[in-house]
Each structure stands twice: as C-alpha cells, then as structure tokens.
C-alpha cells in the first residue's frame, strides 16, 4: 500500500478517502490509532495518513486527489467574503460556510 494524502486532521483524510472511494479507487486510513494515543500532540509522524490498496490505482488516486483539492479550493476562493442570508432563520453567514452557523441549514446552490 503506498501513501497518497496526509493529513493532521483525520476527517479531512476520510472526507478524501470517501472521493477515492466514489471513484472506485480502494483505499484505507493508516495512522489513526497513533493520533488516539497522544491527543494533543503536534507528531506529523502520527498524522493519519491515505493509502491505495493496489499500486496500480496510484496515478489515477493522485490525479482525483489533486482535482478535488483544486476543486475545493476554487470554491472556497469563489465564495469567500460573500456572505449569504440563510433563508431558514434570516442569519447572515460569511462567504465561506457551506451551512447556516445557527440552524445548520445548506447554503442555497448559485
């Protein structure tokens, strides 16, 4: 298994596995059990970590890998500073949430 994306935050790796998987790429978190052992503790070592089941799969995982991230990023840039009116409860939320702060409710699409 070779190691494709790390990262400290362990939900920011499984949101990543969770892409590979929808693209068909078989993959597991490694790393996770030593994040729980020392919580707290700034180890990169122990950061979990993304690796491919087959090596084969590898190009192709770091090719989705690096187009979500692109993706994400663009997003991020798009609607960052835009503030929007949550149409459930009337909060306005900054540019860059994707769901109200107070009601939890879904920005609205374009």
Known sequence: MTEVFTHPDY??????????????IACEIRGEEKRELIPGMPMPSCDPALHVANEADLPRAKSVVAEFLAAEKQRAESSAGTEWKCAQCGEMV??????????????PCG
């Open 11 to 24: 939900g920011r790796v499984d949101l990543v596995r969770s892409v590979l998987a929808d693209a068909g």
């Open 94 to 107: 900054p540019g860059n949430f994707d769901s109200c702060w107070k009601c939890d409710a879904l920005r």
